[in-house]
Structure formats: C-alpha cells, structure tokens
C-alpha cells in the first residue's frame, strides 16, 4: 500500500464502500479512485460513497487531483479507477492499454462567470466564441486553471475555436493560476476576473463575491464524465474485482439515481447518462 501511495499530490478524501458480497470481503477491501477536483469540490463524493459502502463494504480512497494528473497517476498504476472528464484523453488512455474499459457516468456543462459589473460588455451572451472574444478583445481579467484539468483542457480548446492564442497573453490580462477550480473561482472573486467554471462547483461554491454567470447555454460547452479501470495487466497490484464493483455499482440503476439525487442549493449538479452510453 506505501508504494502505491506513494508520489500522490493531493488529500485523501475517505469514504467507505463495498459492492461485493460480504462473503467474499477481506482485510483490504478498499480501492483508490483518481478523480477531479470538481467531484470533490462539489460535495458528490461526500453523499454517493456512503451509500456504496451500505451496498457492500469496500473503502473508496479519493485522489482529487486534475484530469491531466489523474491519468498520469493511473498510466503509474497509482489508484484503481479513474473518474475524470477529458473523454479523448481518456480515450487515449484505453488505446494505449492503461484502462480497460471507459463508461459515460454523467454530465453537467460550463459555464463562464464574471464580475456583475461585466467590464467585457458579455451581456449573458450564448455564443461562447464571442463571448470569449469580448474578454480578449477588452484585455479583461480572465483567470485560467492552468493545470492540464479537464476544465483547462476545454478552455484552451475553447480558445482555440475563438482563434486566440492566450499564451501570449500570459501574465497580463490572462492569468494561470495552476490550482484546482475552488481556488481559481477565489482567486476571480478576489480580482474581479472572467473564468470558466463546471456547474457543480459554481453552485457548490460558496466564496462568490461579485461573480455571477454571464454565459452559459452552448452546446460547446457540455462537460462529460467518464470512468475506467486501470489496466490490471500493466498493474498487477490493481484490484480488479473491487474497481469493477465500483463501475457496476456507478453506472448501474443504484449509482445513477444517487447522482440524480444529489442536488446543492435546491440544484441537480450533475445528470446520469450510463444507461444512453456506448461502451
């Protein structure tokens, strides 16, 4: 278990759980999961893993981390599953024969908050392109994850579509703070700047200040989960049987409607969609 332990970078968040039967429990029946920030943040972790360990008995160990940093801890063999959202990377990822299988669990979308006195003029605008393109084109404060997160990842790919190239604005009006999405949604609220959000930690956050939505409803900006085993054959030490247990139970009827369920502040955060999935 130390070395497994080993080299991880962020705090475990415990929670037990089980889905097998208790017949076939052991001393070590617990799993590591390599997941987001935005699932811990968003308080889902915190409702659906006790009802998994009611189910059986298996104790989930949560690594939150990037999506970026969590798939290069599971290529390492540091966890048991994986439960991000970059749905090409993590499609990469099972190319290459890190994962064994990738599931659709749920979605949520994106969504770009700013100061309410709205210096970039978005005026709740649709259109994410031309939203992003006011922020650039006015040299307003945008603060950027910057840590190869799923939310990072689509944000550059979302600069892309507006065909700007932040990297030369880094330091200036762009800033890349290099933290998880709390403590980049603090950093905006505490210098009134643009950042782009998943919804759950938006309406789990608590720290707002000025802040508030002012684009949001393009398809674009859809935001996928996924989750994998890491591949028992590349890392023996992987517990197949536990790890499997956990998918079966999140993509199976029980996982998906505590999902539905969770809501925060009279809000769905996130939306099953396992069963609509093409494995």
Same mark, same amino acid.
């Given at each position: 278990?130390?070395?497994?332990?080993?080299?991880?970078?962020? &705090?475990? %968040?415990?929670?037990?759980?089980?889905?097998?039967?208790?017949?076939?429990?052991?001393?070590?029946? +617990?799993?590591?999961?390599?997941?987001?920030?935005?699932?811990?943040?968003?308080?889902?972790?915190?409702?659906?893993?006790?009802?998994?360990?009611? /189910?059986?008995?298996?104790? &989930?160990?949560?690594?939150?981390?990037?999506?970026?940093?969590?798939?290069?801890?599971?290529?390492?063999?540091?966890?048991? &599953?994986?439960?991000? /959202?970059?749905?090409?990377?993590?499609?990469?990822?099972?190319?290459?024969?890190?994962?064994?299988?990738?599931?659709? %669990?749920?979605?949520?979308?994106?969504?770009?908050?700013?100061?309410? !006195?709205?210096?970039?003029?978005?005026?709740?605008? !649709?259109?994410? &392109?031309?939203?992003?393109?006011?922020?650039?084109?006015?040299?307003?404060?945008?603060?950027?994850?910057?840590?190869?997160?799923?939310?990072?990842?689509?944000?550059?790919?979302?600069?892309?579509?507006?065909?700007?190239? %932040?990297?030369?604005?880094?330091?200036?009006?762009?800033?890349?703070?290099? +933290?998880?999405?709390?403590?980049?949604?603090?950093?905006?609220?505490?210098?009134?700047?643009?950042?782009? +959000?998943?919804?759950?930690?938006?309406?789990?956050?608590?720290?707002?200040?000025?802040?508030?939505?002012?684009?949001?409803?393009?398809?674009?900006?859809?935001?996928?989960?996924?989750?994998?085993?890491?591949?028992?054959?590349? /890392?023996? /030490? %992987?517990?197949?049987? !536990?790890? !499997?247990?956990?998918?079966?139970?999140?993509?199976?009827?029980?996982?998906?409607?505590?999902?539905?369920?969770?809501?925060?502040?009279?809000?769905?955060?996130?939306?099953?969609?396992?069963?609509?999935?093409?494995?």
């Amino acid at each position: 278990m130390k070395r497994r332990m080993f080299g991880f970078v962020s &705090v475990f %968040v415990g929670a037990c759980l089980s889905v097998l039967p208790i017949a076939q429990a052991t001393d070590d029946q +617990s799993i590591i999961v390599q997941s987001t920030t935005s699932t811990q943040n968003s308080g889902l972790f915190d409702v659906i893993l006790p009802l998994f360990k009611k /189910h059986s008995g298996i104790t &989930v160990h949560v690594v939150a981390v990037g999506t970026g940093q969590a798939l290069k801890n599971g290529r390492n063999g540091d966890g048991d &599953v994986l439960l991000v /959202h970059a749905k090409s990377a993590e499609q990469t990822f099972v190319k290459e024969g890190y994962g064994v299988k990738r599931f659709d %669990v749920m979605y949520n979308d994106f969504v770009i908050v700013g100061p309410r !006195q709205d210096p970039a003029g978005l005026a709740r605008e !649709q259109d994410i &392109v031309k939203a992003l393109r006011k922020i650039a084109s006015t040299k307003a404060a945008f603060a950027s994850r910057g840590d190869d997160s799923g939310t990072n990842t689509k944000e550059l790919q979302l600069w892309k579509l507006a065909g700007i190239d %932040v990297s030369k604005s880094s330091g200036s009006w762009y800033r890349e703070t290099g +933290s998880g999405m709390g403590a980049t949604l603090n950093l905006a609220a505490g210098m009134n700047a643009y950042t782009l +959000s998943d919804r759950a930690t938006w309406i789990a956050f608590e720290n707002k200040g000025t802040l508030e939505i002012l684009s949001e409803g393009d398809k674009r900006l859809f935001n996928q989960y996924g989750v994998m085993l890491i591949n028992p054959k590349r /890392h023996k /030490h %992987v517990k197949q049987a !536990q790890g !499997q247990a956990f998918i079966g139970w999140l993509t199976g009827p029980r996982g998906q409607a505590a999902i539905a369920s969770y809501k925060r502040k009279g809000k769905q955060l996130f939306f099953p969609n396992a069963a609509t999935m093409t494995h």
